[in-house]
Protein backbone atom coordinates (compact mmCIF):
# COMPACT_ATOMS: atom_id res chain seq x y z
CA UNK A 1 0.00 0.00 0.00
CA UNK A 2 2.14 3.30 1.51
CA UNK A 3 5.29 0.98 0.76
CA UNK A 4 4.32 0.43 -2.44
CA UNK A 5 3.59 3.70 -3.32
CA UNK A 6 6.87 5.37 -2.25
CA UNK A 7 8.67 2.94 -4.14
CA UNK A 8 6.64 3.76 -7.07
CA UNK A 9 7.67 7.58 -6.27
CA UNK A 10 11.10 6.58 -6.42
CA UNK A 11 11.18 5.29 -9.77
CA UNK A 12 8.64 7.32 -11.20
CA UNK A 13 9.36 11.17 -9.30
CA UNK A 14 5.62 11.57 -8.06
CA UNK A 15 2.22 10.61 -7.74
CA UNK A 16 -0.64 12.24 -8.02
CA UNK A 17 -2.59 13.29 -4.99
CA UNK A 18 -5.70 11.20 -5.93
CA UNK A 19 -3.07 7.88 -5.92
CA UNK A 20 -1.84 8.84 -2.19
CA UNK A 21 -5.27 8.89 -0.66
CA UNK A 22 -6.17 5.87 -2.01
CA UNK A 23 -3.13 4.49 -0.86
CA UNK A 24 -3.29 5.98 2.53
CA UNK A 25 -6.63 5.21 2.98
CA UNK A 26 -6.18 1.72 1.99
CA UNK A 27 -3.33 1.08 4.77
CA UNK A 28 -5.30 3.42 7.35
CA UNK A 29 -8.75 1.70 7.19
CA UNK A 30 -7.17 -1.89 7.00
CA UNK A 31 -6.43 -0.94 10.34
CA UNK A 32 -9.93 -1.28 11.93
CA UNK A 33 -10.13 0.27 15.24
CA UNK A 34 -10.27 4.18 14.10
CA UNK A 35 -13.49 5.21 14.79
CA UNK A 36 -14.61 6.54 18.30
CA UNK A 37 -13.74 8.31 21.55
CA UNK A 38 -10.41 5.84 21.62
CA UNK A 39 -10.05 5.89 18.31
CA UNK A 40 -9.41 8.83 15.24
CA UNK A 41 -12.67 10.19 14.65
CA UNK A 42 -16.48 9.51 15.77
CA UNK A 43 -19.21 9.82 12.83
CA UNK A 44 -22.73 10.63 13.45
CA UNK A 45 -24.00 6.61 14.01
CA UNK A 46 -21.46 6.36 16.72
CA UNK A 47 -22.65 9.55 18.51
CA UNK A 48 -26.58 8.60 18.64
CA UNK A 49 -28.13 5.42 17.46
CA UNK A 50 -31.09 8.61 16.16
CA UNK A 51 -28.97 9.01 13.11
CA UNK A 52 -29.38 5.28 11.73
CA UNK A 53 -33.12 5.37 13.11
CA UNK A 54 -34.32 8.02 11.44
CA UNK A 55 -31.94 6.75 8.39
CA UNK A 56 -34.23 3.79 8.81
CA UNK A 57 -37.66 4.85 8.45
CA UNK A 58 -36.45 7.27 5.74
CA UNK A 59 -35.86 4.37 3.88
CA UNK A 60 -38.84 2.58 5.03
CA UNK A 61 -40.78 5.35 3.73
CA UNK A 62 -38.80 4.94 0.21
CA UNK A 63 -39.63 1.11 0.33
CA UNK A 64 -43.14 1.99 0.40
CA UNK A 65 -43.36 4.82 -2.25
CA UNK A 66 -41.56 2.18 -4.70
CA UNK A 67 -44.71 0.19 -4.41
CA UNK A 68 -43.12 -2.53 -1.94
CA UNK A 69 -41.30 -4.56 -4.01
CA UNK A 70 -40.84 -7.99 -2.78
CA UNK A 71 -37.29 -8.17 -2.62
CA UNK A 72 -34.69 -4.90 -3.02
CA UNK A 73 -30.97 -4.34 -2.55
CA UNK A 74 -30.12 -2.46 0.82
CA UNK A 75 -26.85 -1.14 0.03
CA UNK A 76 -24.83 0.87 2.35
CA UNK A 77 -20.98 1.89 1.14
CA UNK A 78 -18.32 2.62 3.76
CA UNK A 79 -20.56 1.07 6.75
CA UNK A 80 -17.73 1.53 9.45
CA UNK A 81 -18.58 -0.06 12.42
CA UNK A 82 -21.63 -1.34 11.30
CA UNK A 83 -23.88 0.48 13.71
CA UNK A 84 -25.72 2.68 11.62
CA UNK A 85 -26.75 -0.29 9.51
CA UNK A 86 -27.78 -2.13 12.41
CA UNK A 87 -29.97 1.04 13.86
CA UNK A 88 -31.29 1.42 10.52
CA UNK A 89 -32.49 -2.24 10.84
CA UNK A 90 -33.84 -2.43 13.97
CA UNK A 91 -36.05 0.96 13.49
CA UNK A 92 -37.32 -0.17 10.13
CA UNK A 93 -38.11 -3.78 11.21
CA UNK A 94 -41.33 -2.04 12.74
CA UNK A 95 -42.56 -1.49 8.95
CA UNK A 96 -44.28 -4.68 8.07
CA UNK A 97 -42.24 -6.47 4.98
CA UNK A 98 -39.75 -4.39 5.10
CA UNK A 99 -36.98 -6.34 7.14
CA UNK A 100 -38.37 -9.85 4.80
CA UNK A 101 -37.47 -7.79 1.76
CA UNK A 102 -34.16 -6.14 2.44
CA UNK A 103 -31.05 -8.33 1.10
CA UNK A 104 -28.43 -6.07 2.72
CA UNK A 105 -24.68 -5.55 1.24
CA UNK A 106 -22.54 -3.48 2.24
CA UNK A 107 -20.08 -2.36 0.41
CA UNK A 108 -15.87 -2.56 2.16
CA UNK A 109 -12.50 -2.94 1.18
CA UNK A 110 -11.08 -3.02 4.48
CA UNK A 111 -11.15 -7.06 5.83
CA UNK A 112 -10.83 -6.08 9.45
CA UNK A 113 -13.77 -3.63 9.43
CA UNK A 114 -15.56 -6.19 7.67
CA UNK A 115 -15.06 -8.17 10.45
CA UNK A 116 -16.39 -5.63 13.06
CA UNK A 117 -19.08 -5.58 10.60
CA UNK A 118 -20.03 -9.14 11.23
CA UNK A 119 -20.01 -8.60 14.77
CA UNK A 120 -22.22 -5.49 15.06
CA UNK A 121 -24.85 -7.69 12.45
CA UNK A 122 -24.66 -10.53 13.75
CA UNK A 123 -28.44 -12.04 13.17
CA UNK A 124 -28.46 -10.57 9.42
CA UNK A 125 -27.69 -11.97 6.68
CA UNK A 126 -25.13 -9.84 5.09
CA UNK A 127 -23.22 -9.87 1.96
CA UNK A 128 -19.72 -7.84 1.69
CA UNK A 129 -18.92 -5.97 -1.80
CA UNK A 130 -15.45 -4.35 -2.87
CA UNK A 131 -17.00 -1.79 -4.74
CA UNK A 132 -21.40 -0.96 -5.53
CA UNK A 133 -20.73 -2.91 -9.00
CA UNK A 134 -20.79 -6.12 -7.37
CA UNK A 135 -24.16 -5.41 -5.68
CA UNK A 136 -26.77 -8.23 -7.72
CA UNK A 137 -29.39 -5.56 -10.11
CA UNK A 138 -32.79 -5.17 -8.65
CA UNK A 139 -34.30 -2.05 -6.69
CA UNK A 140 -32.25 -0.54 -4.39
CA UNK A 141 -31.98 1.97 -1.23
CA UNK A 142 -28.23 2.90 -1.27
CA UNK A 143 -26.73 4.76 2.15
CA UNK A 144 -23.67 5.71 2.23
CA UNK A 145 -22.37 8.46 5.23
CA UNK A 146 -18.79 9.55 5.58
CA UNK A 147 -17.80 7.61 2.59
CA UNK A 148 -17.35 10.25 -0.44
CA UNK A 149 -14.80 12.49 2.10
CA UNK A 150 -12.86 9.03 1.99
CA UNK A 151 -12.52 8.94 -1.73
CA UNK A 152 -9.63 10.42 -3.41
CA UNK A 153 -9.43 13.70 -5.23
CA UNK A 154 -7.40 15.75 -7.44
CA UNK A 155 -6.02 18.86 -6.56
CA UNK A 156 -4.98 21.73 -8.96
CA UNK A 157 -3.21 24.99 -8.20
CA UNK A 158 -3.53 28.45 -9.85
CA UNK A 159 0.18 29.50 -10.86
CA UNK A 160 0.87 32.62 -12.92
CA UNK A 161 1.59 30.06 -15.95
CA UNK A 162 -1.76 28.65 -15.81
CA UNK A 163 -2.98 25.87 -14.01
CA UNK A 164 -1.06 22.75 -13.26
CA UNK A 165 -1.59 19.50 -10.69
CA UNK A 166 -0.32 18.83 -7.74
CA UNK A 167 1.37 15.60 -7.42
CA UNK A 168 3.66 14.21 -4.49
CA UNK A 169 7.27 13.27 -4.12
CA UNK A 170 9.89 12.70 -1.70
CA UNK A 171 12.40 15.62 -1.56
CA UNK A 172 16.37 14.58 -0.79
CA UNK A 173 15.98 13.95 3.13
CA UNK A 174 12.40 11.80 2.26
CA UNK A 175 10.11 14.10 2.97
CA UNK A 176 6.78 14.10 1.30
CA UNK A 177 6.18 17.35 -0.78
CA UNK A 178 4.27 18.89 -3.48
CA UNK A 179 5.55 19.18 -7.14
CA UNK A 180 3.11 20.57 -9.65
CA UNK A 181 2.84 19.17 -12.82
CA UNK A 182 1.08 20.08 -15.98
CA UNK A 183 -2.14 19.85 -15.94
CA UNK A 184 -5.96 21.30 -16.26
CA UNK A 185 -9.09 20.94 -14.41
CA UNK A 186 -12.30 21.05 -15.64
CA UNK A 187 -14.81 23.41 -14.65
CA UNK A 188 -12.78 25.58 -12.42
CA UNK A 189 -14.03 28.58 -10.93
CA UNK A 190 -11.77 31.87 -11.76
CA UNK A 191 -8.76 31.66 -9.85
CA UNK A 192 -5.52 33.84 -9.06
CA UNK A 193 -2.38 32.46 -8.49
CA UNK A 194 -1.45 30.06 -5.26
CA UNK A 195 -5.72 29.17 -5.77
CA UNK A 196 -6.34 25.71 -5.61
CA UNK A 197 -8.97 23.63 -7.03
CA UNK A 198 -10.22 19.98 -6.02
CA UNK A 199 -11.70 17.34 -8.50
CA UNK A 200 -13.14 13.66 -7.54
CA UNK A 201 -13.40 11.61 -10.54
CA UNK A 202 -13.79 9.14 -8.14
CA UNK A 203 -17.06 10.48 -6.46
CA UNK A 204 -18.14 11.11 -9.94
CA UNK A 205 -17.62 7.78 -11.31
CA UNK A 206 -19.29 6.36 -7.96
CA UNK A 207 -22.35 8.78 -8.23
CA UNK A 208 -22.55 8.21 -12.07
CA UNK A 209 -22.64 4.47 -11.42
CA UNK A 210 -25.29 4.57 -8.78
CA UNK A 211 -27.54 7.29 -10.69
CA UNK A 212 -27.52 5.01 -13.54
CA UNK A 213 -28.73 2.19 -11.50
CA UNK A 214 -31.24 3.90 -9.86
CA UNK A 215 -32.85 5.22 -12.73
CA UNK A 216 -32.26 1.38 -14.40
CA UNK A 217 -33.67 -0.68 -11.65
CA UNK A 218 -35.78 2.29 -9.69
CA UNK A 219 -34.80 3.31 -5.97
CA UNK A 220 -33.11 6.04 -3.86
CA UNK A 221 -30.01 7.04 -2.76
CA UNK A 222 -29.02 9.47 0.55
CA UNK A 223 -25.48 10.77 0.81
CA UNK A 224 -24.42 12.00 3.86
CA UNK A 225 -20.90 14.12 4.21
CA UNK A 226 -19.61 16.96 4.58
CA UNK A 227 -19.21 19.45 1.96
CA UNK A 228 -20.32 22.65 0.05
CA UNK A 229 -23.70 23.13 -1.92
CA UNK A 230 -21.70 24.62 -4.64
CA UNK A 231 -18.39 24.28 -6.49
CA UNK A 232 -15.47 26.78 -5.19
CA UNK A 233 -11.51 27.27 -4.92
CA UNK A 234 -10.18 25.94 -2.11
CA UNK A 235 -7.63 23.27 -0.22
CA UNK A 236 -9.96 21.01 1.55
CA UNK A 237 -7.58 17.86 2.12
CA UNK A 238 -6.65 16.78 5.67
CA UNK A 239 -5.73 14.46 8.00
CA UNK A 240 -7.22 13.67 11.38
CA UNK A 241 -5.31 11.09 14.33
CA UNK A 242 -6.99 11.07 17.61
CA UNK A 243 -9.61 13.32 17.17
CA UNK A 244 -6.55 16.37 16.44
CA UNK A 245 -5.44 17.51 13.19
CA UNK A 246 -2.30 16.55 11.44
CA UNK A 247 -0.11 17.21 8.40
CA UNK A 248 -1.51 15.17 5.60
CA UNK A 249 2.05 14.15 5.12
CA UNK A 250 2.39 13.05 8.46
CA UNK A 251 2.49 9.41 8.77
CA UNK A 252 1.32 8.09 5.43
CA UNK A 253 -1.55 5.78 6.08
CA UNK A 254 -1.81 6.33 10.15
CA UNK A 255 -4.27 9.38 9.96
CA UNK A 256 -7.45 9.82 8.21
CA UNK A 257 -7.27 11.59 4.64
CA UNK A 258 -10.85 13.41 3.43
CA UNK A 259 -11.73 15.95 1.50
CA UNK A 260 -15.15 18.08 1.51
CA UNK A 261 -17.67 17.12 -0.91
CA UNK A 262 -18.57 18.77 -3.56
CA UNK A 263 -22.45 18.20 -3.59
CA UNK A 264 -22.72 20.37 -7.02
CA UNK A 265 -20.36 18.21 -8.59
CA UNK A 266 -22.52 14.93 -6.89
CA UNK A 267 -25.63 16.26 -8.38
CA UNK A 268 -23.63 17.20 -12.37
CA UNK A 269 -22.69 13.49 -11.76
CA UNK A 270 -26.30 12.09 -11.37
CA UNK A 271 -27.36 11.45 -14.62
CA UNK A 272 -30.71 9.47 -14.77
CA UNK A 273 -31.63 10.33 -11.12
CA UNK A 274 -33.66 13.35 -9.58
CA UNK A 275 -31.90 14.77 -6.99
CA UNK A 276 -32.93 16.41 -3.48
CA UNK A 277 -30.71 19.19 -1.56
CA UNK A 278 -27.94 18.87 -0.43
CA UNK A 279 -29.89 20.06 3.11
CA UNK A 280 -28.33 20.93 5.93
CA UNK A 281 -27.74 17.81 8.28
CA UNK A 282 -29.55 19.41 11.28
CA UNK A 283 -32.00 20.84 9.51
CA UNK A 284 -32.83 17.35 7.55
CA UNK A 285 -32.79 15.49 10.77
CA UNK A 286 -35.25 18.21 12.62
CA UNK A 287 -37.67 17.68 9.76
CA UNK A 288 -37.40 13.94 10.61
CA UNK A 289 -38.48 14.48 14.45
CA UNK A 290 -34.97 13.81 15.46
CA UNK A 291 -35.89 15.87 18.86
CA UNK A 292 -38.95 13.81 19.52
CA UNK A 293 -37.19 10.74 18.85
CA UNK A 294 -34.68 11.50 21.82
CA UNK A 295 -37.41 12.23 24.05
CA UNK A 296 -38.51 9.11 23.55
CA UNK A 297 -35.46 7.76 24.07
CA UNK A 298 -35.06 9.69 27.58
CA UNK A 299 -38.11 8.96 28.82
CA UNK A 300 -37.65 6.66 32.11
CA UNK A 301 -33.44 6.90 31.95
CA UNK A 302 -31.18 8.39 34.82
CA UNK A 303 -30.21 12.36 34.37
CA UNK A 304 -27.35 11.61 32.86
CA UNK A 305 -28.58 9.00 30.12
CA UNK A 306 -31.38 11.88 29.42
CA UNK A 307 -27.96 14.29 29.33
CA UNK A 308 -26.12 12.07 27.14
CA UNK A 309 -28.87 11.68 24.35
CA UNK A 310 -29.79 15.03 24.28
CA UNK A 311 -25.94 16.38 23.96
CA UNK A 312 -25.56 13.61 20.71
CA UNK A 313 -28.68 14.88 19.28
CA UNK A 314 -27.30 19.04 19.98
CA UNK A 315 -24.22 17.46 18.41
CA UNK A 316 -25.36 16.47 14.93
CA UNK A 317 -28.23 19.40 14.68
CA UNK A 318 -26.43 22.54 15.57
CA UNK A 319 -25.00 24.81 13.16
CA UNK A 320 -22.06 24.91 15.10
CA UNK A 321 -21.18 21.32 15.55
CA UNK A 322 -22.09 19.14 12.91
CA UNK A 323 -26.18 20.28 11.96
CA UNK A 324 -24.42 22.92 9.01
CA UNK A 325 -21.50 21.74 7.40
CA UNK A 326 -22.69 18.28 6.78
CA UNK A 327 -25.07 17.78 4.16
CA UNK A 328 -28.00 15.63 2.98
CA UNK A 329 -28.50 14.50 -0.87
CA UNK A 330 -30.83 12.35 -1.72
CA UNK A 331 -30.92 10.10 -5.40
CA UNK A 332 -34.30 9.05 -6.58
CA UNK A 333 -35.82 6.97 -9.69
CA UNK A 334 -37.86 10.21 -10.92
CA UNK A 335 -40.81 8.05 -10.77
CA UNK A 336 -40.60 8.25 -7.07
CA UNK A 337 -42.63 11.06 -4.77
CA UNK A 338 -40.68 13.50 -2.75
CA UNK A 339 -38.15 11.56 -0.45
CA UNK A 340 -38.87 12.55 3.67
CA UNK A 341 -37.75 15.71 4.70
CA UNK A 342 -36.71 17.13 1.26
CA UNK A 343 -37.94 20.05 -0.38
CA UNK A 344 -40.23 20.27 -3.49
CA UNK A 345 -38.25 22.27 -5.77
CA UNK A 346 -35.24 19.73 -4.92
CA UNK A 347 -33.08 22.35 -3.80
CA UNK A 348 -32.26 23.47 0.00
N1 LIG B 1 -20.08 5.26 7.50
C1 LIG B 1 -19.28 4.98 8.67
C2 LIG B 1 -17.77 5.04 8.41
C3 LIG B 1 -17.21 6.23 7.73
S1 LIG B 1 -15.47 6.09 7.48
C4 LIG B 1 -19.70 5.88 9.80
O1 LIG B 1 -20.44 6.81 9.56
O2 LIG B 1 -19.28 5.65 10.93
C5 LIG B 1 -15.29 5.61 5.81
C6 LIG B 1 -15.72 4.20 5.45
O3 LIG B 1 -15.55 4.03 4.05
C7 LIG B 1 -14.93 3.07 6.08
O4 LIG B 1 -15.80 1.98 6.32
C8 LIG B 1 -13.89 2.74 5.00
O5 LIG B 1 -13.32 1.48 5.10
C9 LIG B 1 -14.73 2.91 3.76
N2 LIG B 1 -14.01 3.22 2.55
C10 LIG B 1 -13.12 4.22 2.38
N3 LIG B 1 -12.69 4.26 1.10
C11 LIG B 1 -13.33 3.27 0.47
C12 LIG B 1 -13.32 2.78 -0.87
N4 LIG B 1 -12.56 3.35 -1.80
N5 LIG B 1 -14.13 1.74 -1.18
C13 LIG B 1 -14.90 1.15 -0.24
N6 LIG B 1 -14.95 1.57 1.04
C14 LIG B 1 -14.17 2.59 1.38
Redesign the pocket.
Known amino acids: MIAALLHRMQREGSVPVADYM?AA??QY?ARGD??GAAGD??????ISQTFGELIGLWCAVVWQNMGAPASFQLV??????G??MKDLLRAAARVPGFSAAARVHL????PA?REKQRATLSGHTVTWH??VDGVPRGPMILV????L????IRQFEMTLAGWQERYVAADAAGNLTFVLKPGTPDGAPSAKPGDIFETSP?IAAFVGNVAARISRDGGAALL?DYGHGTTALGDTLQAVKRHKPCGIFETPGEA?LTAHVDFAAVRAAAKGARVWGPMAQGTWLSGLGIKLRGLQLAKGKDAATAQAIESGIRRLTEADAMGALFKVMALTHPSLAMPEGFQQDGSP
Open positions: QAQYVFFITAPEECGPGRTLVEQSLETANEFDALPAVD
